[in-house]
C-alpha cells in the first residue's frame, strides 16, 4: 500500500496548500440528507443536481477499479478585500482566473507524478466537473469539517478554498482522524446572511442565497429582487467573511502559476464595458459563468443605473 505522507509530499511539491486521502466506499449516509433537500426544492433551478444521483454516491462508479479518492486544496485567501468593500461586490474567488482550469492541470500533473512513482495507475481528476461529494471526501480526508455555512473549513486555511479530487485505482494508506466540527457555538454566518438562507446548520435554501440569484438562476432578477442581493453582483462571501476560522486563516502569496486578481475593479467599470470588452477581460474567470447580460443588468439593478 502506497503511503499517505508521500502523495501528500506530491500535492504539496506542485502548489496545493493541503492534500488528504480518504478509502473509496459508497456514501450512504448521505444518501437521505441529500435526497430530502432536493425534496424540498432547496436546489431551485438547479437540475443538473436531481441528475447522476447514483454516481454521486459512488466514485467507483466514475473510475473503473477505484480505491482511493485523493482531496487537494488550494487556498485563494489572498487578502484581497477590496473587491468586496464597495457594490457591486464580487466573491473573492472570481476575482481571478478561473480556478477549474488551473486544479486540473495540477492534478493531472499530479496524477502523472503518481504514475512515475507506482506505475500504472488508473485515474481521474475532479474539480467541481463531475458528480462528486467533494467537501465530504475532503472531511473523510481529515482536511477539515462542514461549518454551519456548509463550507468545507480547514483548521490552517479556512475556507477560502477550492476543492479538487483525484480518484485512482491504487490503494493508499487513508488518513487515520478525521477533524472534528469545531464550530462549537458559534452562529455567526447563520445570523450575518441577510436572507436567512441557512435553514438549519449546515444545510442552504440555496433559492434564497446570493450566489444562486446572482450566479445559477435561470429567471432573471426582479427590480423587487434588489435588496435581497444586499449589493453584490456575482456570489456572495458574507457567510464566510464573519467566519472566525478565517480571520485567522493564513494567507497565501496568490494561486499557483501567477494568475491575477483585478483587485479594485469598480460599478462603473462592469457597468461600462461591452460585451466583448466584458470577454476580453474577464472571459477566463468564474464572472463568465453568469455571462454579460446577467452581471449587466444585475449591477444596473443594485446601483440603480448610476454607477
Ligand atoms: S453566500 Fe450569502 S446569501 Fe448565501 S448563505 Fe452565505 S451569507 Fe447567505
Ligand atoms: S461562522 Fe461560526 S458557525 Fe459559521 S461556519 Fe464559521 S465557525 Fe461555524
Same mark, same amino acid.
Given at each position: 500500500m502506497v503511503g499517505s505522507n508521500q502523495v501528500e509530499r506530491i500535492a504539496l511539491d506542485i502548489g496545493f496548500h493541503a492534500c488528504g486521502v480518504s478509502r473509496v466506499e459508497r456514501l450512504g449516509a448521505l444518501e437521505g440528507i441529500y435526497s430530502n433537500w432536493l425534496g424540498n426544492g432547496y436546489h431551485g433551478s438547479m437540475s443538473y443536481m436531481e441528475r447522476n444521483f447514483e454516481l454521486r454516491l459512488d466514485p467507483s462508479n466514475l473510475v473503473s477499479g477505484a480505491k482511493s479518492v485523493i482531496s487537494v486544496l488550494l487556498s485563494y485567501n489572498t487578502g484581497d478585500l477590496s473587491i468586496n468593500i464597495k457594490p457591486?461586490?464580487?466573491?473573492?474567488?472570481?476575482?481571478?482566473?478561473?480556478?477549474?482550469?488551473?486544479?486540473?492541470?495540477?492534478?493531472?500533473?499530479?496524477?502523472?507524478?503518481?504514475?512515475?512513482?507506482?506505475?500504472?495507475?488508473?485515474?481521474?481528476?475532479?474539480?467541481?466537473?463531475?458528480?462528486?461529494?467533494?467537501?465530504?471526501?475532503?472531511?473523510?480526508?481529515?482536511?477539515?469539517?462542514?461549518?454551519?455555512?456548509?463550507m468545507l473549513i480547514n483548521r490552517e486555511l479556512g475556507s477560502y478554498i477550492f476543492i479538487g479530487e483525484l480518484i485512482v485505482d491504487i490503494e493508499i494508506e487513508p488518513n487515520a482522524r478525521m477533524e472534528r466540527n469545531r464550530c462549537g457555538t458559534c452562529t455567526r454566518c447563520m445570523d450575518a446572511c441577510p436572507n436567512k438562507a441557512i435553514i438549519v446548520?449546515?444545510?442552504?435554501?440555496?433559492?434564497?442565497?446570493?450566489?444562486?440569484?446572482?450566479?445559477?438562476?435561470? &429567471?432573471? $432578477?426582479?427590480?423587487?429582487?434588489? /435588496? #435581497? +442581493?444586499?449589493?453584490?453582483? %456575482?456570489?456572495?462571501?458574507?457567510?464566510?467573511?464573519?467566519?472566525?476560522?478565517?480571520?485567522?486563516?493564513?494567507?497565501?502569496?496568490?494561486?499557483?502559476?501567477?494568475?491575477?486578481?483585478? &483587485?479594485? $475593479?469598480?460599478?462603473?467599470?462592469? /457597468? #461600462? +464595458?461591452?460585451?466583448?470588452? %466584458?470577454?476580453?477581460?474577464?472571459?477566463?474567470?468564474?464572472?463568465?459563468?453568469?455571462?454579460?447580460?446577467?452581471?449587466?443588468?444585475?449591477?444596473?439593478?443594485?446601483?440603480?443605473?448610476?454607477?
Open positions: 457591486p461586490r464580487i466573491a473573492r474567488y472570481a476575482a481571478r482566473a478561473d480556478y477549474h482550469f488551473l486544479m486540473k492541470r495540477m492534478l493531472w500533473e499530479m496524477l502523472n507524478q503518481l504514475r512515475e512513482c507506482y506505475g500504472k495507475v488508473n485515474g481521474r481528476a475532479f474539480v467541481d466537473s463531475a458528480p462528486v461529494f467533494e467537501r465530504e471526501w475532503a472531511v473523510r480526508a481529515g482536511l477539515g469539517w462542514i461549518g454551519k455555512n456548509s446548520p449546515g444545510v442552504i435554501d440555496a433559492r434564497k442565497c446570493i450566489s444562486y440569484l446572482t450566479i445559477e438562476r435561470n &429567471e432573471p $432578477i426582479a427590480t423587487g429582487e434588489v /435588496a #435581497n +442581493l444586499d449589493g453584490w453582483c %456575482f456570489g456572495c462571501d458574507i457567510c464566510q467573511e464573519v467566519c472566525p476560522w478565517n480571520r485567522k486563516a493564513k494567507k497565501v502569496d496568490g494561486l499557483a502559476q501567477g494568475t491575477k486578481t483585478f &483587485e479594485g $475593479i469598480s460599478a462603473m467599470q462592469l /457597468a #461600462n +464595458l461591452s460585451k466583448v470588452e %466584458f470577454t476580453n477581460q474577464f472571459g477566463n474567470t468564474p464572472l463568465s459563468r453568469a455571462g454579460y447580460e446577467k452581471i449587466k443588468r444585475t449591477v444596473e439593478l443594485i446601483t440603480g443605473g448610476k454607477p
